[in-house]
């Protein structure tokens, strides 16, 4: 059974970088694609970016264009969100989730999830 656990959050002010990760137990992952989604308070969840299991990514929020990369690491059984040029409008729990092959930009997709992490874009 594979199981997901994200890491990195935290606060951060307008303009600053994280980066999150999303380790992997259970089963490698070099045969899943790997989406990051978030949640802010009051809102649905929305696709962020995704990874496939052959490293072609797939960008599901515009908003993230050009400041946001995704990134895996199959050595280390692990997939990264590189964050940069961070907003307020950023501050929401990261999840990451898991589904064998190809990307998809639907929560209900993915078979496996994480279980958090917060990010707070706070001056």
């Known amino acids: 059974q594979l199981q997901l656990v994200e890491s990195g959050g935290g606060l951060v002010q307008p303009g600053g970088s994280l980066r999150l990760s999303c380790a992997a137990s259970?089963?490698?992952?070099?045969?899943?694609?790997i989406g990051w989604f978030r949640q802010a308070p009051g809102k649905e969840r929305e696709g962020v970016l995704c990874?496939?299991?052959?490293?072609?990514?797939?960008n599901y929020a515009d908003s993230v264009k050009g400041r946001f990369t995704i990134s895996r690491d199959n050595a280390k059984n692990t997939v990264y969100l590189q964050m940069n040029s961070l907003k307020l409008e950023d501050t929401a729990v990261y999840y990451c989730?898991?589904?064998?092959?190809?990307?998809?930009?639907?929560?209900?997709?993915?078979?496996?999830w994480g279980q958090g992490t917060q990010v707070t874009v706070s001056s």
């Open positions: 259970g089963s490698t992952l070099d045969y899943y694609a």
């Open positions: 990874i496939s299991h052959k490293g072609q990514s797939t």
């Open positions: 989730a898991a589904v064998w092959g190809m990307c998809g930009s639907k929560g209900g997709f993915y078979d496996y």
